[in-house]
């Protein structure tokens, strides 16, 4: 799979997917899009990636240990729902906005975001362990 | 008090999260599943008794409105099926803790596990078609990753072929909602049906409904649909394929009867006609399957379909009686076969042995044991007066009440067949003397033990319970039975006595 053609195109497509991911994250609230589809297309930047790279280099990328990327996703999906009945006695994932100059940013946004994390997390953790077989254990261990 | 609703599937997330944050360190994993499987079990035992209480619960999650949000409805049915997940959710904790954690290639049993447990809740909480889809995914690739850990060969082999069906199951029901919300432009089940009333084309809508049956009857494990369970259940560890058996199966079965008791009752006569032959040929097709085994957890296996039968059975039939039967039947089905599935795996751990040729001298070494493996077993065969027997007794007597003797008789030969198969494992595992080849397993030490057998005491105990006293279950599967039967009730406390007014007079004028 490691072509000349394939590293190249993707030394310029791995910052433009991951531009993209962003994109459509952000424009998810009014449009389609949101974090489930802009984890999904993030993912496939890391996919081709660990391609043509060798793990070791994507874990060293990443810095972050998928599993708990996705953990954190969680989390902050949780939290955003757990924001509204804090702060007002709302129902569970009401949303809450607040006004910085002419955008606004609320909740939704940080569920959405929450999304993302856990989609790229569970995707990178899935293909990483598939592109190194038996080093899992091995790295367990370790800790 | 929306709380209650929400917090019965956040909790078990939340927990997952928490333990995940906190790999590798496995005794604070364990610690703080077993905090959310108490905290969960408080929460759902507050929720059914508010229900009993107050009748239908909703919640609409974000402040949006029914039919545009997603709603949250615990009715009898769903409050009691989340109990029953809960209690379920902490006996495979404790099973698990002397278990599963023993070996070290297991990791990561906690997290996944209560991802499903939370998934689980939702499906039963959900009143939104398209969110049930949702968490039928979230439940698929957590029950995949308790599946594949441990990384053998063999559960990698039933993993894929688990996987693989329960794909092709999620893609019909995906398909089988986009029809739905084409034909009637809402996802909210109770506006669902108000609307399916209103939708001209009732063929297009019986091919719906039978996409349905598919979709559900694969996480069901129906006839001819079951070939994935047997392959992939006797693969995993003992805690995990308990709350399989326990769970998984039962939440098809729920998902069959909210929807073909709210949804698409317009065509009764065929839709759930074809219900009707999928029961018995699951009945038979099971018990047959079980009767030709050796190995324990996979007669067991082929049990869970014989019984899903009977299930399918009390929705098949459609009257108020019928579907008390087949609620009573969810509930006591999940407690024993669960059990079963404990008590194998304590056998194995105890005698060294799960195949019935090589197993014997149980009732000698481990009488404690054999009496834990009588009640569940005899249970499941209906024998009275252990709860099963009240369970088949509701079915039958609500098929002869139907005049559908045949399915009557079925019902009762494959008791029989059910009998006979526990006796099977009764006279080769438990009763025969210990083949000299076996050899003895390590003893465990006494904490362990306890650890071991404290669920299967409990779980056994509330089978006694309920067979010596059906009386409180009976009235629960009751008032399910006859709000399953009425959904106005559904249908008033989701969308608000107004809108429901409203559309009802525009439905008088459409027929």
């Known amino acids: 799979m490691n072509t000349l053609i394939l590293r190249e195109t993707t030394r310029v497509l791995f910052t433009l997917i ?17 974090g489930f589809v802009g984890g999904l297309i993030a993912s496939t930047a890391f996919s081709l990636y660990i391609f043509v790279a060798d793990p070791k ?54 569920f959405d975001f929450g999304v993302y994390l856990v989609v790229v997390g569970a995707v990178l953790t899935f293909a990483l362990e598939i592109k190194e077989p038996g080093a899992a254990p091995a790295a367990d261990s370790e800790e | 008090m929306s709380w209650l609703l929400a917090s019965a599937i956040v909790l078990p997330l939340a927990s997952g999260v928490v333990g995940l944050s906190l790999r590798p ?36 999650v974000g402040e949006w409105p029914a039919p545009f949000g997603i709603t949250l ?57 398209f969110n049930l889809y949702v968490w039928y995914e979230v439940m698929l690739i957590a029950s995949l990753a308790l599946l594949i850990s441990g990384g053998r060969k063999a559960q990698l082999d039933g993993a894929v072929r688990y996987a693989a069906l329960s794909l092709v199951a999620t893609t019909m029901l995906l398909s089988g909602i986009g029809l739905l919300y084409g034909m009637t432009g809402t996802l909210n089940m109770a506006d669902l ?17 039978i996409l349905f049956v598919f979709a559900f009857g694969i996480k069901a494990a129906v006839f001819p649909l079951f070939f994935w369970l047997p392959a992939s259940y006797h693969t995993p560890k003992v805690a995990v394929s308990a709350i399989f058996a326990g769970l998984l199966t039962k939440v098809g079965v729920y998902s069959m009867i909210r929807v073909f008791t709210l949804i698409f009752t317009h065509d009764v006569g065929y839709t759930h006609g074809i219900l009707l032959w999928t029961a018995g040929l699951t009945m038979v097709t099971g018990v047959l399957g079980a009767a030709s085994h050796n190995e324990l957890r996979r007669i067991l ?39 079963l599935f404990f008590v194998a795996g304590a056998t194995e751990r105890l005698s060294g042995s799960s195949d019935l040729k090589t197993l014997g001298g149980v009732y000698r070494e481990q009488p404690l044991l054999a009496a834990l493996f009588f009640v569940p077993a005899f249970s499941l065969a209906g024998f009275p007066p252990l709860s099963g027997f009240w369970a088949k007794l509701l079915v039958i007597k609500a098929s002869l009440a139907s005049q559908q003797y045949w399915i009557a008789a079925v019902a009762l030969g494959v008791g029989l067949l059910t009998l006979y198969s526990m006796t099977k494992i009764w006279v080769n595992g438990f009763w025969k003397a210990r083949p000299a080849s076996a050899e003895e397993p390590p003893p465990l030490t006494r904490p362990n033990r306890l650890l071991l057998l404290s669920p299967i005491i409990c779980l056994a105990a509330i089978t006694l319970a309920i067979g010596l006293w059906p009386g409180p279950l009976y009235d629960l599967a009751e008032r399910a039975g006859h709000e399953l039967m009425d959904p106005s009730k559904y249908v008033e406390a989701v969308l608000g006595p107004s809108q429901t007014a409203s559309i009802d007079a525009g439905t008088g004028v459409a027929k």
Not at chain 1, 62 to 88: F, N, Q, Y
Not at chain 2, 43 to 48: G, N
């Open chain 1, 18 to 34: 991951l531009v993209f991911s962003v994109a459509t994250l952000l424009r998810g609230h009014d449009a389609p899009g949101g």
């Open chain 1, 57 to 110: 280099d994507v874990r060293r990328l990443v810095r972050a240990d998928p599993l708990k990327t996705a953990a954190a996703g969680l989390a902050l999906a949780i939290l955003s729902g757990l924001i509204g009945p804090i702060l007002g006695g709302r129902p569970f994932l009401s949303g809450e906005w607040v006004e910085i100059g002419a955008v606004e940013l609320g909740t939704p946004l940080l």
């Open chain 2, 25 to 60: 360190r496995r005794a604070v994993q364990q610690c703080v599943s077993l905090l959310a499987a108490i905290g969960h079990l408080g929460i759902a035992i507050a929720l059914l008794v508010k229900v009993w209480r107050e009748g239908i619960l909703v919640a609409q």
């Open chain 2, 73 to 129: 409805v615990a009715d009898h049915l769903s409050s009691a099926m989340v109990l029953i997940t809960a209690v379920l959710g902490m006996a495979t904790i404790v099973y698990a803790l002397c278990d599963i954690d023993e070996n070290a290639l297991v990791k990561d049993f906690h997290p996944p596990l209560q991802a499903l447990i939370g998934a689980v809740c939702g499906a039963f909480l959900t009143g939104d078609i």
């Open chain 2, 193 to 209: 049906h108000l609307r399916v009333q209103q939708v001209e084309n009732q063929g297009l809508l019986s091919v719906v409904a």
């Open chain 2, 301 to 339: 296996s082929f049990h869970i379909i014989s019984q899903i039968g009977y299930m399918v059975l009390g929705l098949a039939l459609f009257t108020p009686l019928a579907l008390v039967g087949a609620v009573f039947y969810i509930l006591h089905h999940i407690i024993v076969k669960a059990n």
